[in-house]
């Protein structure tokens, strides 16, 4: 197992982790370490990375399963699990709070990005512990929004999407808003503001407006990571209880191009 440096970034949420080369086979022993740094810190950057699509799908590896993505439109070609975030190729900037894939029955245990092509300033990605949030709601909202269920589909702007992409993953799939993570047992508050149609029981602009508002209320600085990018950062964050965004503050005649991966999750649920 190599020597891993732990160092946090923040107070509460995000650690810098040193001493492993991430595109070699991690041993056992090395992946309980990983699993288990992320489950705590809930974003964990590695700096300093030399990955090829191979190297980093065997980096992805380390954390669990990969799963593949929807948007097909932007994966690598010849690499269909490894999805480009690139402006250039027609992508808008995905700067809303979300988690991904909720239209999935399983969304992703993590989201790994590579920084390949990074502006010289801006561009950064943001991540929001929602554990911290739902811990900093009063008993009585936790009680209410853990009672609550949400209807998850694929975004309702979702113009260029592909007709495969429509078929395969476009139906509906039910979430609880409040779920427990299955590694550290903890709760956290779970949803996708542009995925979910409605919550069970609320009208759509009644559910949006809910959803807006408790994430006006959610994310302060003080329970979020903001992570400046530099060429060669593997960045991964937890899913399972963060909601992250991306910054479109840089030069557009600049070139951002991050690699993503989908780690595979379970079925959220509410212990």
């Known amino acids: 197992m190599p020597e891993l440096t732990i160092r946090k970034l923040h107070p509460v949420i995000g650690a810098e982790v040193t001493g492993i080369d991430l595109g070699e086979p ?9 699993s ?3 489950s705590e810190h809930l974003a964990l950057v590695f700096p300093g990375q030399d990955l090829n699509p191979d190297r980093y799908l065997t980096a992805a590896a380390a954390f669990g399963a990969v ?8 994966h690598m070609p010849g690499f269909e699990n490894i ?5 250039q190729n027609g992508q808008k900037v995905s700067e809303a709070w979300h ?24 561009g950064g990605t943001s991540i929001c512990s929602m ?4 811990d900093a709601l009063s008993e009585d909202e936790q009680q209410r929004l853990s ?12 113009e260029n999407t592909r007709a495969e992409d429509e ?22 508050v779970f949803f996708h503001i542009t995925k979910v149609q409605y919550i069970e029981g609320i009208s759509p602009d009644l559910s949006r407006a809910y959803m807006e508002d408790l994430l006006e209320r959610m994310v302060k600085p003080e329970i979020t990571y903001h992570h400046a990018w530099k060429k060669g950062d593997v960045l991964i964050f937890d899913d399972r209880a963060t909601l992250h965004r991306a910054h479109g503050d840089y030069d557009r005649s600049e070139s951002r191009v991050l690699w993503r991966i989908l780690v595979e999750g379970d079925k959220p649920r509410l212990v």
């Open 26 to 34: 991690a041993d056992a022993e090395t992946r309980e370490a990983l």
């Open 67 to 74: 799963m593949r993505q929807h948007y097909s439109q932007n």
């Open 131 to 134: 554990r911290a949030a739902y």
């Open 167 to 188: 078929e395969r993953y476009g139906k509906p799939v039910v979430h609880p808003m409040v779920r427990t993570h299955p590694v550290h047992g903890t709760r956290a």
């Open 147 to 158: 009672a609550l269920k949400s209807v998850n589909m694929l975004d309702i702007d979702r």
């Open 99 to 122: 988690t991904d894939h909720t239209n999935h029955e399983k969304p992703p245990l993590a989201t790994m990005l590579y920084g390949v092509e990074i502006p010289s300033a801006g």
């Open 83 to 87: 999805g480009l975030v690139h402006h």
């Open 36 to 38: 288990q740094a992320l």
